[in-house]
Every structure is written in C-alpha cells, then in structure tokens.
Nanobody, 120 residues
Framework: QVQLVESGGGLVQAGGSLRLSCTASVSIFSIFSINVMGWHRQAPGKQRELVATITTDGRTNYADSVKGRFTISRDNAKKMVYLQMSALKSEDTAVYYC???????????WGQGTQVTVSP
C-alpha cells in the first residue's frame, strides 16, 4: 500500500518560482511500488497531462512544455519527490498530482493534488 501527500502549492506571479513536495508512506515490503515517482497536472477544462517523472536511480523525463523550466528530483532515504518550478507561466496553472508506480509509464498511486495558480 502506498499513500502520497503533496505540499507546496500556492499563488505565484508569472516568472516566479515554486517548489512542490510529495511524501510517500510505504512499507519496506512494497518499496518497489515507488520505483518511479512523478507529477501530472490538470488545468480546468483540460485533460490530465504528464509533467515529469524520475526513477530511483535518477533517470528523468519531462513534458516538452516544461523542459528547461522545471526540475524533478527525489530523496530515496526520505521517500520524497520534488518539483522545482521556475519561470512560471499562466498556462502552468493547474492542480498538480504526485504519482508513483513500480515501472516507467505505469503510475498506480496518486496523491490528492495541490493547487498551483500563476497570475499573469
């Protein structure tokens, strides 16, 4: 069983920065379930989309729309994943969801989301 809790969302002006955090609660017997952790987002009236993912050994991938602006990282000892967002744009406004799964491309667990609002 895996539980994910996000934090760090809020209001920020366009061009500013924000750092999201996600903490996983998982037993040692299910630690493989968070081999891959990442972030998706969903804006009003739009479909949920991938933002970034990262594996236990540090392999990452990003959506083209955030490359060069967002950085994903993780702390395996703390079982946490972070999303450092810079040069924020109004179109980044969305609910950001932390996710995790045992393999790349197959997220199985989701947090409840944290709102990020970027003012123009």
């Amino acid at each position: 069983q895996v539980q994910l809790v996000e934090s760090g969302g809020g209001l920020v002006q366009a061009g500013g920065s924000l750092r999201l955090s996600c903490t996983a609660s998982v037993s040692i017997f299910s630690i493989f379930s968070i081999n891959v952790m990442g972030w998706h987002r969903q804006a009003p009236g739009k479909q949920r989309e991938l933002v970034a993912t990262i594996t236990t050994d540090g392999r990452t991938n990003y959506a083209d729309s955030v490359k060069g602006r967002f950085t994903i990282s993780r702390d395996n000892a703390k079982k946490m994943v972070y999303l450092q967002m810079s040069a924020l744009k109004s179109e980044d406004t969305a609910v950001y969801y932390c996710n995790a799964g045992p393999t790349w491309g197959t997220p199985e667990y989701w947090g409840q989301g944290t709102q990020v609002t970027v003012s123009p």
